[in-house]
């Protein structure tokens, strides 16, 4: 089975950047999907952004578009998140989470349309 080891979290002020890492110990790395998703306490998970590893496909909520950016290093079975001009609601615990790469041909961050996901990294950003 695939794991996912998320790292890059930490103390930001706002406006600031971060680049968070999932590494996965997948032995066929464009076989998957992997999404980037966060949660609040008390507060539904949300879909961040998403990389088709199969084929390129990027997908962004509304609210990190323009200041959010996936990438993928598939020497380092690396996904990335990179984020810019962080706003104090950028705080939460980000997680990263995989499916096979067919089944994530729409596009949309749905938390149910993801089956393997990492224990998180928490990113809070000062105002």
């Known amino acids: 089975e695939v794991n996912l080891v998320e790292s890059g979290g930490g103390l930001v002020q706002t406006g600031g950047s971060l680049r968070l890492a999932c590494r996965t110990s997948?032995?066929?790395?464009?076989?998957?999907?992997i999404g980037w998703f966060r949660q609040v306490p008390g507060k539904e998970r949300e879909g961040v952004a998403r990389i088709n590893l199969s084929n390129g496909q990027r997908y962004y909520s509304d609210s990190v578009k323009g200041r959010f950016t996936i990438s993928s290093d598939d020497s380092k079975n690396t996904v990335y998140l990179q984020m810019n001009s962080l706003k104090a609601d950028d705080t939460a615990v980000y997680y990263c989470?995989?499916?096979?790469?067919?089944?994530?041909?729409?596009?949309?961050?749905?938390?149910?349309?993801?089956?393997?996901w990492g224990k998180g990294t928490l990113v809070t950003v000062s105002s």
């Open positions: 997948a032995y066929r790395f464009r076989d998957y999907a």
């Open positions: 989470a995989a499916v096979d790469w067919w089944r994530a041909l729409e596009a949309r961050l749905e938390v149910d349309d993801m089956s393997i």
